[in-house]
């Protein structure tokens, strides 16, 4: 019966039309749901293909329209109808932006204490729009609470032995640059991070890499994979590419790019195995919960370096890896996603393995992406290589359910807020409660299932984030979902400067 309506147009267009009115009620904001933004387009081609014709075939003076009158009265409704359906569909079904300053965004983000000392610590900073100083907040904030960002041998503000990156470290910014628009991460808020690592008080010597992987052909904006030359992208000046980014940085420093969708169909052995081609190392064996067949880059930079995500630098010369230099830095979008329900910090680990390479020994694909709701992703961090930072974009946010991750200028909404934590977990769950769903229902009155960190329901987010936290506590990391294990430090960037 499906296949049947499938397949027939003209009964899809009506069915279509009904739905598109039915559903969409009183609540203009829910035209932009992508079942709303399917249906009006549906609709749309079924008035064009089966009214105009017939009305502009019937004869001025034919008897059933002999009235000029009745037949401008049919045309006109007929246009108006279509045209209504191609500005849903269009332009009109995008929710806009409601008109907040970065500190008035009509958001409630409260300040918190935990209840018990064993606590995951979360770090928010309001009032930003990238690189204006809310990054340099973000980094006293953390300082504060002892969560140093530069390590060294010297005690002092915002750093000491205990801090997360050295001076000759290589960091790899785990960014999102399979989409444009607002779907990438901001590139002011990049501009600023990398500014900040190479600010290091003991000076900078390390390198710093840019890496994601769009998936290769047919996935992402224009069906790039990928892309860190953009020519819309998140930024204020949205001409402000990641690749422009980085090359500003890379006249003073060793700062690049690696797009791991080049090399996500190409299968590889380990350095110390004696492979020494770009490629994707693959477990060929699956977790036996969440069913993923771990997957991870390997990969010589412009500078010559040679990295192996999960075991470190490898050192040619010596035939060995220094794991403790390499250093993650999780750097996630905020928004919905139309099959997992929300992007964040664990989500944003899809971009680390491959989802498009054929295993040697099975000769299927990987499929990595239908792991996610198994807590696919927990496996891949604790199996490869954690987070030191996780960081969550949230300037510019999707809050419309289930219709992320491709997210235009049009149908993203201005919060300007930035949070990080070394728990990717908890982080998550209070970035989707107290931003993402908040700001949903503020707005539209309307509650969302597929954001709720609380609805346990199979399949949903809160479901597999928690799948997602069992791995990463297996794997010996700490991670937290309950709201009486979390300190929240939140402070606004305006009053800081």
């Not at 444009?180 to 991460?185: K, L, P, V």
């Not at 006249?251 to 020494?276: A, C, F, K, N, P």
């Not at 992406?369 to 604790?382: A, E, F, K, S, Y």
Request: glycine share 10%; with cysteine.
């Amino acid at each position: 019966m499906l296949s049947r309506l499938t397949n027939n147009m003209f009964l899809l267009g009506i069915v279509s039309i009904v739905w598109f009115v039915l559903r969409t009620g009183r609540k203009p904001s829910r035209a932009a749901y992508p079942c709303q933004q399917a249906a009006a387009l549906n609709s749309n081609l079924w008035f064009m293909t089966y009214v105009m014709p017939v009305v502009s075939a019937i004869p001025v003076r034919a008897s059933i329209l002999s009235d000029r009158k009745q037949t401008v009265i049919l045309v006109s409704t007929v246009i108006v109808l279509a045209a209504a359906g191609g500005w849903w569909y269009f332009g009109g079904s995008s929710v806009q932006p409601l008109d907040f300053s970065l500190t008035d965004n009509g958001l409630t983000l409260e300040a918190q204490t935990a209840d018990f000392t064993t606590a995951s610590d979360i770090f928010v900073v309001t009032g930003t729009s990238g690189n204006d100083g809310g990054v340099d907040t973000l980094v006293e904030l953390m300082g504060g609470q002892d969560l140093l960002l530069y390590r060294s041998d010297r005690t002092g503000r915002n750093r000491g032995p205990e801090g997360l990156i050295d001076g000759d470290d290589v960091v790899l910014l785990k960014v999102n640059c399979q989409w444009d628009e607002r779907g990438g991460t901001n590139t002011d808020l990049l501009k600023a991070l990398i500014q900040a690592l190479v600010d290091h008080p003991d000076g900078f010597t390390g390198e710093i890499i840019v890496s994601d992987n769009g998936q290769g052909e047919n996935r992402g904006s224009g069906s790039r994979g990928g892309a860190f030359d953009y020519i819309n992208n998140n930024a204020l000046d949205t001409s402000q590419s990641i690749q422009n980014v980085v090359d500003e940085f890379a006249e003073d420093h060793q700062v690049s790019t690696y797009l791991w969708s080049d090399i996500t169909e190409i299968q590889v052995d380990e350095y110390d195995e004696g492979d020494m081609d770009d490629g994707y190392v693959i477990n060929e064996t699956r977790n036996p919960r969440t069913e993923i067949m771990v997957s991870y880059a390997k990969f010589i930079t412009e500078y010559g370096t040679h990295v192996s995500f999960k075991k470190g630098i490898w050192a040619p010369a010596a035939g060995t890896y220094d794991s403790d230099r390499l250093k993650i830095i999780n750097v996630s979008m905020l928004k919905s996603h139309s099959v997992y329900g929300v992007t964040a910090s664990v989500k944003n680990y899809m971009g680390v393995p491959s989802d498009v390479t054929t295993s040697r020994i099975s000769g299927r694909s990987l499929d990595t992406h239908n792991t996610i709701g198994r807590g696919g992703m927990g496996t891949l961090m604790v199996e490869t290589r954690y987070p030191v930072l996780n960081i969550i974009d949230s300037i510019w946010i999707n809050p419309v359910p289930l219709n992320g991750p491709y997210t235009s200028y049009r149908s993203a909404t201005s919060i300007g807020v930035i949070a990080a934590a070394t728990d990717p977990v908890a982080l998550d769950y209070w970035c989707s409660k107290n931003i993402l769903l908040q700001n949903w229902e503020v707005r539209t009155g309307d509650v969302s299932d597929s954001m709720n960190p609380d609805n346990t329901t199979p399949g949903f987010f809160g479901s597999w984030l928690r799948l997602s936290m069992q791995e990463i506590i297996l794997g010996g990391y700490h991670a937290n979902i309950d709201e009486a294990y979390m300190n929240v430090y939140i402070t606004d960037n305006q009053t800081n400067q």
